[in-house]
């Protein structure tokens, strides 16, 4: 094919839906194909095509000699590279994660970095050191570091990091021409990302940055995966008034001061985001250029929002110290405390005046969409029952949304007249978004602050106030919070503020957790009735709480049916079950709900048992649960029946892979024997994995633990109740 046809093939190419990863394989691929002297390796890239499938199928393409596998040591990998580097060849290689380059710094540092300065550019040193790098996906220490700054400040080194998917590709691309070193750093909790794209292209060069959103009102400067996190903080503060550009760096080295400078200048404010701790940081060396070449048209302090200063925290731990949407929003308050300039990006949204009504002595409330419950994520809004200007009353039907679930009527949580409507009909918005503002008069009833998801309010609650009942692993609990001022479009358009305080209390460490869980567990849930009278009979003969028998009906379940005491190995994708149970258990305290954990369960006798429960439950109570007693579960008894309901659908408590939820004992009529009693019967659900057995399985694992309660009553006060 001549170099003309494959410019029109290209040229013709559609654009599709394309992941980040898949845009890296093709550029290697392309790369590979283009130059004999590319040469891939690394530990693990050939024939498993590396821990995150990026040069997956390159070594049976290109042969074991193009694409190899090293072992494991990163400062020979690196050695390997400068050796070839020099012979003539063009080395791509990957380090598995950020933190494992490490070892290999002295030879990045002091040879791959200074051999041209050293040969008084003599010799040139092609070859690209590719990164997985950042947060975000769960891993522990060594795996989601931000190592930037350490490649930035070594003179000699390039050093690139890709936000979109059509950059992945270019920039590498460029990387592997480039005769100089480079290091490729890539965002790995976007190596799944989607963009419609064609490919092979070609965006702007490196020293090139990019606007990803024009704004007026200030510049939020980012790179890497940040960028997503300033694009989604930008659209956000777009609904209060702010307009805020999105530049994305896309290299550090060479670094585009001209865009900096013309954007910072422009907006007359800066905001500097990454992940990365906040000492001695890139963000520190924006800081000061954009102070230096920008001083005299800035009219406020250039701000950072970055990681905390501290090792990379625990997987359950980094939501806290990874900036998110909510801590830039919260930077981007203080750079526009009044939203900006009057007038100045204001964005507004199905804003109709009242006829004949001001907006003095009003106060404008939002409505955001609650937490619906579930997991759930996000609604489709269906139908708006109130207009702009309609005057609503309290727990007034104002729309209809559909979940994943179900269909839901949203009531107003404020009565007064609807000023705005944040969004459409068929419009698909998350948990936290505005819905509607609403002008109450001095005196109108409703709620007192913003009914939103950081407040802990939702159907049914209060603003800032948390019953600490849980349902589905974890709830709204007693966290504290801090206050602040929010403003919301008035009636006119313009930007009105609160002078009502609304609470803000952030997500706890469990949250995110569940969130993964519910996100990436086939999750399903079964349910049957039961007759316990048994039950109870058996626990006053045994003077042993309920507890305590439902549990050794859970681990005689579990010897049956061992399937459900499992977890999902997903790395290898297999199935692990394991030999013995930890049984965690719900307790319900003063803090709110905690979950001890009874190692070796299975083991212990129903006297022994007992008094484990017991005390566990105690030092639940007093908040001094051993640290060995609160994590390795691997089945988890959730009673509901203290909470006054009859059952749930929980979320699985990660890596577990089943639950079982145990409703309150009510009176029921019931068949006996032909004739029908009044009963105590209970509600019980088994919610579990999908990938580890099918329905027919757990339906048996639960009839097994009904038969086990139900035959409770014969039991002649021996250790065990028979199996059926």
């Known amino acids: 094919m001549t170099v003309t046809t494959r410019a029109a093939a290209a040229a013709t190419t559609m654009a599709t839906a394309t992941t980040m990863a898949k845009a890296l394989n093709s550029a290697l691929r392309d790369a590979l194909d283009a130059d004999e002297r590319v040469v891939v390796f690394g530990e693990d890239v050939g024939r498993l095509g590396g821990v995150f499938r990026i040069t997956d199928g390159l070594a049976d393409t290109f042969g074991e000699r193009r694409c190899f596998d090293t072992p494991a040591c990163e400062a020979g990998i690196a050695g390997l590279a400068v050796g070839m580097a020099m012979a003539g060849f063009r080395p791509v290689v990957e380090m598995q994660f950020d933190a494992f380059a490490y070892p290999a710094f002295e030879q990045i540092t002091s040879h791959i970095a200074k051999l041209r300065n050293r040969t008084r550019g003599a010799l040139a040193l092609p070859l690209v050191i590719r990164v997985p790098y950042g947060g975000g996906i769960g891993g522990v220490e060594h795996h989601s570091d931000s190592s930037e700054a350490y ?42 990302t989607k963009d419609d794209v064609r490919l092979p292209s070609r965006t702007e060069p490196f020293g090139t940055a990019a606007v990803r959103r024009p704004g007026t009102a200030a510049t939020l400067v980012a790179y ?7 694009l989604e903080a930008a659209r956000e503060a777009a609904t209060e008034g702010m307009d805020i550009e999105v530049l994305d760096l896309r290299t550090l080295v060479p670094l585009d001061d001209h865009a900096l400078t013309e954007s910072v200048r422009r907006t007359g404010r800066c905001l500097v985001v990454h992940e990365a701790q906040s000492f001695a940081g890139v963000g520190a060396e924006i800081a000061a250029r954009v102070q230096e070449r920008c001083f005299d048209a800035l009219e406020a302090p250039v701000l950072r929002v970055t990681g905390l200063d501290i090792p990379y925290p625990p997987p359950l731990l980094e939501s806290a110290h990874l900036p998110g949407v909510g801590r830039v929003l919260d930077g981007l308050r203080r750079l526009l405390p009044d939203g900006g300039q009057p007038g100045v990006g204001v964005r507004r949204v199905f804003p109709v005046p009242v006829g004949g009504a001001g907006t003095d002595g009003r106060t404008v409330r939002t409505f955001r969409l609650p937490d619906l419950g579930e997991g759930l994520a996000e609604a489709e809004v269906l139908e708006w029952t109130v207009a702009v200007g309609d005057h609503v009353t309290h727990d007034q039907t104002v729309a209809e ?21 944040h969004c459409a009909a068929g419009e698909i918005v998350k948990v936290g978004a505005r819905l509607m503002s609403v002008a109450q008069a001095s005196g109108e009833g409703g709620a007192s602050a913003d009914s939103s998801p950081e407040a802990g309010s939702g159907a049914g609650t209060s603003p800032g106030t948390g019953s600490g009942a849980v349902l589905t692993g974890y709830g709204t609990g007693a966290r504290s919070g801090h206050v602040a001022n929010e403003a919301g479009p008035s009636e006119n358009g313009e930007l009105g503020t609160s002078h009502q305080p609304g609470i803000r209390i952030p997500l706890d460490a469990a949250a995110e957790k569940f969130h993964r869980a519910h996100r990436d567990t086939p999750a399903v849930t079964i349910w049957a009735d039961a007759d316990a009278t048994g039950l109870l009979a058996a626990r006053d003969t045994r003077g042993t709480g309920l507890l305590p028998l439902l549990a050794r009906a859970c681990l005689s379940g579990l010897a049956a049916f061992p399937e459900l005491n499992a977890r999902v190995d997903t790395g290898r994708a297999e199935i692990v079950r394991l030999p013995h149970v930890h049984l965690g258990f719900a307790a319900q305290t003063g803090q709110g709900l905690v979950v001890p954990v009874v190692r070796d369960a299975d083991r212990l006798p129903l006297h022994a048992l007992a008094a484990e429960l017991r005390r566990l439950t105690d030092c639940a109570r007093r908040d001094a649960v051993p640290a060995g007693h609160l994590t390795g579960g691997t089945f988890t008894l959730n009673n509901y029946g203290p909470l006054g309901v009859d ?10 892979t089943a639950m079982l939820g145990f409703g309150r004992l009510v009176d029921r009529p019931w068949a006996v024997d032909g004739r029908v009693e009044v009963r105590k019967v209970a509600h019980l659900s088994l919610t579990f994995d999908h990938r580890v057995c099918d ?3 757990a339906a048996g694992f639960l009839r097994h633990v009904i038969a086990r309660i139900t035959a409770a009553e014969q039991a002649n006060g021996g250790e065990d109740v028979p199996a059926p």
């Open 151 to 192: 490649y930035a400040h070594t003179a000699g080194l390039k050093v690139v990091t890709p936000a979109t998917v059509a950059d992945a590709y270019s920039l590498l691309r460029e990387a592997i021409d480039d005769p100089d070193p480079v290091v490729f750093l890539e965002p790995k909790r976007h190596y799944w």
């Open 647 to 656: 059952g749930a659908t929980p979320i699985l408590n990660h890596p577990q």
């Open 401 to 421: 949304v559909e979940t994943a679930k179900s269909v839901v009527t949203l009531p107003s949580p404020f009565a007064g007249t609807v000023t705005a409507l």
């Open 695 to 697: 329905g027919g399985t």
């Open 224 to 230: 890497g995966p940040s960028v997503a996190v300033a």
